[in-house]
Nanobody, 126 residues
Framework: QVQLVESGGGLVQAGGSLRLSCAAS????????MGWFRQAPGKEREFVAA????????NYLESVKGRFSVSRDNAKNTVWLQMNALKPEDTAVYFC???????????????????WGQGTQVTVSL
């Protein structure tokens, strides 16, 4: 059982940057594909980014490509989401999640991820 704790959220102006962190404990994250999801009020949780166990492969929501970057350091048991050029539509609670299953491709559905952090709020103002 892996526990995940996100941090780094906050209030920023459009065009600004934030770096979210996901600290894992209980299990080595090298065993998991790690994903980032977000959920705005009244909306469904959506995939943002994910990174493979080795860190070699990653996948992104089309609207964040070129602006967001996911990375991991398995030795530190930590995953990050660097968010640049933030837009008001990026405002949401951001969640870190872990997928323990052996997959050929990175999964993008929230239902595919078994373990979740508590979330961290990101608010982007004009």
């Amino acid at each position: 059982q892996v526990q995940l704790v996100e941090s780094g959220g906050g209030l920023v102006q459009a065009g600004g940057s934030l770096r979210l962190s996901c600290a894992a404990s209980g299990r080595a994250i090298s065993s998991y594909t790690m994903g980032w999801f977000r959920q705005a009020p009244g909306k469904e949780r959506e995939f943002v980014a994910a990174i493979s166990r080795s860190g070699i492969s990653s996948n992104y929501l089309e609207s964040v490509k070129g602006r967001f970057s996911v990375s991991r350091d398995n030795a530190k048991n930590t995953v990050w989401l660097q968010m640049n050029a933030l837009k008001p539509e990026d405002t949401a609670v951001y969640f870190c999640a872990a997928d323990f299953r052996l997959n050929v491709q990175i999964r993008v559905s929230p239902r595919d991820y078994a373990y979740w952090g508590q979330g961290t709020q990101v608010t982007v103002s004009l």
